[in-house]
């Protein structure tokens, strides 16, 4: 199983972006999906979450400002960042629990991250 981000880049102060996380290989189901950051100098906190039948939270940090979401057909999560702020600056990484088709197991599996870069 392997999940992929996109969408990252550098934008400045009040603008949007999207993030994707596309999850491939022996996926039986997914369960819970979701996106952390982690900033220069700063422990990684966790952004927003989404379980399987769509129930989401968020940091308060994001709240208003992000919205988390999926297509269970296309095995993707979304991060729409509106309203970025330069504290938005960290690098982003998505999370899932998988069970895998081959074993049933589910585990714990994270993306390599997509650096977001807010200037203002």
């Known amino acids: 199983v392997h999940l992929e981000e996109s969408g990252g880049g550098l934008v400045t102060d009040g603008e949007s972006l999207r993030l994707s996380c596309a999850a491939s290989?022996?996926?039986?189901?997914?369960?819970?999906m979701a996106w952390y950051r982690r900033a220069p100098g700063k422990r990684r906190e966790l952004v927003a979450t989404?379980?399987?039948?769509?129930?989401?939270n968020y940091a308060d940090s994001v709240k208003g400002r992000f919205t988390i979401s999926r297509d269970n057909a296309k095995n993707t999560a979304y991060l729409q960042m509106n309203s970025l702020k330069p504290e938005d600056t960290a690098v982003y990484y998505c999370?899932?629990?998988?069970?895998?088709?081959?074993?049933?197991?589910?585990?714990?599996?994270w993306g390599q991250g997509t650096q977001v870069t807010v200037s203002s």
């Open positions: 290989g022996s996926i039986f189901t997914i369960n819970t």
């Open positions: 989404i379980s399987s039948a769509g129930k989401t």
């Open positions: 999370h899932a629990d998988i069970s895998d088709s081959d074993s049933l197991l589910t585990g714990d599996y």
